[in-house]
């Protein structure tokens, strides 16, 4: 699929998302209405790879945590052998969400920007969150479609901005608020031409085994990384080829919190 430009989902749209069905054992499905609803404003992106059933699962995700339990909620989303990138590096997360118990208040987040492959086999969704103490962050998630056609993740990071912004200022009688409407960018790869196929990305240096890893769909236009620094710092970042060349579309580090 050819994308003319990044496309933007209001944030009407995404409101959308949050009627998602949270029903059945396993992930709860997007609603039909609140996919196609969202597509609508993806017109310039029809076909299997529609960032809008990406956002939509963020949503149900976040939804679920919030009116089921964070760890369970995480449970329900996780594909098989999904990864979480922590403070000593990636490990699964399956035998550790095991040993969780859902905290009394969920985090709640929402995405920013989904990169997908021409296939819309594999996505990755970068966002902010809020924790219930006020904490805010950045997270990065890659999403895989399965044999159902639903999106599980395969492997996730957050951590908190450090430092922390400065808590807003009160609000006092008479004041004028005018509430940040967020929006969603959607980046759909080039679908490859011809015999020839898509290129192969850009090479990245080989890091020590078990410090970094990159993957590439199986179409080959979407490659996604991951690196756990020296330092600390967890590094994430996804390139889509895109109108004859390979572009990075989400770049992300998280900084050590100390905590």
């Not at 496309?7 to 009627?19: E, I």
Request: charged share 20%; glycine share 10%.
């Amino acid at each position: 699929m050819i994308r003319s430009a990044p496309a933007l989902l209001g944030f009407a749209a995404l409101s959308l998302a949050l009627s998602a069905c949270a029903g059945g054992g396993g992930p709860p499905k997007p609603s039909r209405r609140a996919v196609e609803q969202i597509n609508r404003v993806l017109t310039v992106a029809p076909g299997a790879a529609q960032p809008s059933t990406i956002v939509a699962t963020e949503a149900a995700f976040s939804r679920a945590a919030r009116e089921r339990g964070q760890w369970t909620a995480f449970k329900m989303f996780a594909a098989p052998g999904a990864l979480l990138h922590g403070a000593n590096g990636p490990f699964p997360i399956e035998p550790w969400l095991a040993t969780q118990t859902d905290p009394p208040a969920a985090v709640q987040w929402d995405a920013r920007v989904v990169a997908m492959s021409c296939d819309g086999a594999l996505a990755v969704s970068k966002g902010r969150y809020r924790d219930p103490e006020g904490k805010v962050g950045s997270f990065v998630t890659v999403w895989e479609r399965q044999a159902d056609n639903t999106y599980r993740y395969t492997f996730d990071v957050g951590g908190d901005d450090v430092p922390q912004p400065p808590p807003r200022k009160p609000v006092q009688e008479g004041d004028i608020v005018v509430t940040e409407i967020d929006a969603v960018t959607g980046l759909v790869a080039t679908c490859p031409r011809g015999s020839a196929g898509t290129p192969p990305p850009p090479a990245i240096p080989i890091g020590e085994d078990g410090k970094a890893d990159a993957k590439l769909s199986r179409d080959g236009t979407l490659r996604w990384r991951w690196e756990h620094r020296a330092d600390g710092t967890r590094f994430v970042a996804a390139d889509y080829y895109y109108q004859g060349r390979w572009v990075t579309a989400i770049e992300q580090s998280l900084v050590p919190t100390g905590d």
